[in-house]
C-alpha cells in the first residue's frame, strides 16, 4: 500500500474564467511524489489519488503546475459544500497516491 502524506494547504480559485478551485500540495510532498511516481504519471503529468478532506474521501488525480512549482490538487464543488471549503480556506488532507 502506498504511503498516506498529511498536510494542510490553502484552497485558489484558478485564473481565468472558470470556476475551478485547487490546494497546491507543498514542496516536499511534491518533490516526493514526482520522485517516487512521476515516471508513472498519465496524460498532463495526472498521478491518481484517493483524498480524504474532513469527513469526505474521493478518487481524484493531482497535476503539476509548472507556474507554481507543485502539484496540485482540483476540488470539486460538492467537496467544498460539505467541508464549507472557499477561497483562502485552509484544509488539512490525507492523499494517498494510487499507483505501486
Not at 19 to 47: C, K, M, Q, S, Y
Not at 61 to 85: A, M, Q
Amino acid at each position: 500500500m502506498a504511503d498516506a502524506f498529511e498536510f494542510t494547504a490553502e484552497l485558489f480559485r484558478w485564473e481565468g474564467n472558470a470556476a475551478w478551485h485547487f490546494l497546491g500540495l507543498p514542496e516536499d510532498v511534491t518533490d516526493e511524489i514526482d520522485e517516487r511516481w512521476g515516471n508513472a504519471a498519465g496524460g498532463f503529468g495526472a498521478v491518481p489519488v484517493e483524498v480524504t478532506i474532513g469527513t469526505t474521501t474521493w478518487q481524484t488525480s493531482i497535476f503539476p503546475d509548472t507556474k507554481r512549482g507543485c502539484y496540485v490538487l482540483p476540488v470539486k464543488k460538492p467537496v467544498r459544500t460539505k467541508e464549507k471549503l472557499e477561497d483562502g480556506t485552509v484544509a488539512a488532507v490525507t492523499l494517498t497516491v494510487r499507483l505501486s
